[in-house]
Every structure is written in C-alpha cells, then in structure tokens.
C-alpha cells in the first residue's frame, strides 16, 4: 500500500505524522519554570542522545560518510535547526504563543521564496494558493493572543521561520539524501550555547520528568519524521504540513486546560484542512486521469525506484 501511495502523499503523511507528536511541544515549554538556557541544555542533550543512537544504528561505520553525502546540508541544516529551536523556547517564553505561532507560521511563504531564488524550485500555483490559505487559517487561529507578551518575543519569534525555511529549503535540495543523519549535529549546536550560559543544572523532578517524556520520546520521533519529509517534498511543502502544529496545538490546549477556542479558531482551523485536503484530492485526481490518458504510472516507477 506504502508503495502505491504518490511520492508527494507520501511526504505529507511522514512530515504530518511527526508534526502531530510536535504538537504537545508549546504546552510542555509553558509548562516548565526552568530558564531557557537549562531548558534547552536538557532538551538539546536528550534529543541529541536519542537521534545519534538511531543514526549510528542504521549506519555504523558507514555514518560519517552518510553525513558526508549530505554536502552543504551538513552545515546549514543543523545551524538552521538550532537556531529554530533557540528561537522557539526564547519566544514562547518572552510572548503570547499567538505572537509565535503567527510569525512561525510565515515559514512556507519564506520557504517558497528561498527554494525558487537559491534552488531554482518552483511551485505550482496551486500550491501557492494553498501555502496562502493555510497561514490565513494559521492566522485566524492565533489572533486571539495576539498583541500580548513582550515586544522582545516578536523580534525573537522572526528568525523561527527563516529558520525552518533554510533546514526545510537545503535539506529537500540534496534529492532524496538522507538528512536524518545530520540531526544529532544540531543538537550539538544547540546545546553548545546553553552550556556557556550555565544550563547544566538539574530541574526540579517535575519538570525534568517533562523533559525526559519530550527528550527521549516525543522529540526524536517528531524531529526525525519531519526532517525526513524533505526528501518527498520541497521545502515549502513540507514547511506547509508544519502548519498543523497550529491546530493540533490548539486543539490540544481546549483538551488539557479546558479554554475553548475563540470562532475564529474554527474558522481557521477548517480553512486549513479544506486547503490541505481539497490540494491532495486535486492530485490524487490529476495523477489518475493522466494514467488513464496513457501517461506512465508514477507510482509504479517511484516504486521500482525505492527497492
């Protein structure tokens, strides 16, 4: 079934799947009373753990040269995944999630633009339209916190979705490698920085039991799912998935503390999943009335590519 599936719903169901276990994220930095530098120290420590253990499992002795297959990407995607992390922590911390998520939303636009002006990729207009759609929707389900928080935050939150964009934008550049591998590296670089600033120190039991539930379980098969996305997608598209962090997010608060979204949540919340779904069904269509036509089956030739 894996295997008749299109290249690109692939993608999107890989990049959701670790976007869904990514959603309880926010919660959990919100949740802990930890400075950031401790906090990210922990969560740099355990994740690096966890994702150099499956990197060096799948690899072994062939590891340093799968990191070097990935060219460039082996520098820019574990900077970019530092900085979105620092990023992230520091401004939910410093603003209203609203003001993140509004600015972190901006990601696939970013993306686009730097996927067609350094890698020559170029999406079609309807996934433009749906990349428009969706952070209108992102939009709408954040206005409600908007404007809250420190001006500080604002500032902080800009370089989450240049971020994303560039690790997205290079890492769907190297076609088809496998960046996973280069994941531990930007933990590395993560916790570098904490560690300089005095963030080995051991939290209160309450929240470390946190960091280890994210840490060592959540995180790693969040980050390594998403970070395999790009391999399906461009940077823009798979940037696009990460949009349902938003309602996931959303939702996952109305769950847990009980605050029933503002209506425009809703009303956000199903123009995103109308754009998403209404796009993949547009696909699937066109896919099977070019096969119909006569045209080669892309499932049957990305199949007898894969094995």
């Not at 904490?194 to 379980?217: E, F, S, W």
């Not at 993949?280 to 499932?299: F, H, I």
């Amino acid at each position: 079934m894996w295997q008749g599936l299109p290249r690109r719903a692939r993608g999107y169901l890989i990049t959701g799947a670790g976007v869904l276990l990514l959603s309880p994220d926010a919660l959990f930095v919100k949740d802990t009373q930890v400075e950031v530098e401790v906090f990210v120290f922990w969560r740099a420590l355990l994740l690096g753990v966890v994702l150099g253990m499956v990197a060096l499992a799948r690899y072994g002795r062939g590891l340093p040269g799968a990191v070097r297959a990935c060219g460039s990407a082996a520098v820019w995607c574990p900077l970019a995944f530092a900085g979105s992390a620092w990023g992230f922590v520091a401004a939910v911390r410093l603003t209203a999630a609203g003001n993140v998520l509004v600015i972190q939303n901006l990601a696939p636009l970013v993306a686009g633009l730097l996927g067609l002006l350094l890698f020559g990729q170029r999406l079609r207009i309807q996934t433009w339209l749906v990349i428009v759609l969706c952070v209108l929707g992102a939009g709408l389900m954040a206005a409600g916190e908007m404007g809250q928080g420190s001006p500080l935050g604002m500032v902080v939150a800009l370089a989450i979705p240049l971020t994303i964009a560039v690790n997205m934008t290079v890492a769907s550049a190297q076609r088809g490698v496998d960046t996973t591998v280069i994941l531990p590296l930007g933990c590395l670089v993560m916790l570098l920085p904490a560690l300089a600033l005095g963030g080995m120190q051991l939290p209160p039991m309450q929240d470390l039991l946190r960091l280890l539930l994210m840490g060592l379980v959540f995180l790693p098969a969040a980050y390594y799912l998403i970070q395999t996305g790009p391999r399906y997608l461009t940077g823009a598209e798979a940037s696009l998935v990460m949009l349902l962090e938003t309602l996931v997010g959303t939702l996952l608060v109305w769950w847990w503390v009980g605050e029933v979204p503002p209506p425009l949540a809703f009303v956000g919340g199903g123009l995103i999943l109308a754009a998403l779904l209404g796009s993949g069904l547009l696909d699937l269509l066109r896919q099977r009335r070019k096969v119909a036509d006569g045209a080669p089956d892309p499932q049957r030739i990305l199949a007898e590519t894969d094995q």
